[in-house]
């Protein structure tokens, strides 16, 4: 069973950056898509970011990409999400999750193990 907690998640302000973890209980990079998806009040789950399981490949939403980076380190079974020039349109519940790799990455249903979320809430 695979066990996903993030953290790193507050309140800043427009422009500012966070960095988000997750930690994950056993190893589960080598054999799992890493992905990071967000939910806003009112609105579905939407994919952010995600690693493909062997490392080589990363990729991202268009509302986010250049602004985000997902990197993990293998050694502390950990995958971040470097956000910076936040918007107030992240605010969002962002969540961790780990798949059976999959040409799917950017769908929520097609991962397996989620993370409880960490809140992000940008102030404009």
């Known amino acids: 069973q695979v066990q996903l907690a993030e953290s790193g998640g507050g309140l800043v302000q427009a422009g500012d950056s966070l960095r988000l973890s997750c930690a994950a209980s056993r190893r589960t990079f080598s054999t799992n898509t890493m992905g990071w998806f967000r939910q806003a009040p009112g609105k579905e789950r939407e994919f952010v970011a995600a690693?493909?399981?062997?490392?080589?490949?990363?990729y991202y939403a268009d509302s986010v990409g250049g602004r985000f980076t997902i990197s993990r380190d293998n050694a502390k079974n950990t995958v971040y999400l470097q956000m910076n020039s936040l918007k107030p349109e992240d605010t969002a519940v962002y969540y961790c999750?780990?798949?059976?790799?999959?040409?799917?990455?950017?769908?929520?249903?097609?991962?397996?193990?989620w993370g409880q979320g960490t809140q992000v809430t940008v102030s404009s």
């Open positions: 999750a780990a798949q059976t790799p999959s040409p799917y990455y950017y769908l929520s249903n097609k991962y397996d193990y």
């Open positions: 690693f493909s399981w062997n490392g080589f490949s990363t």
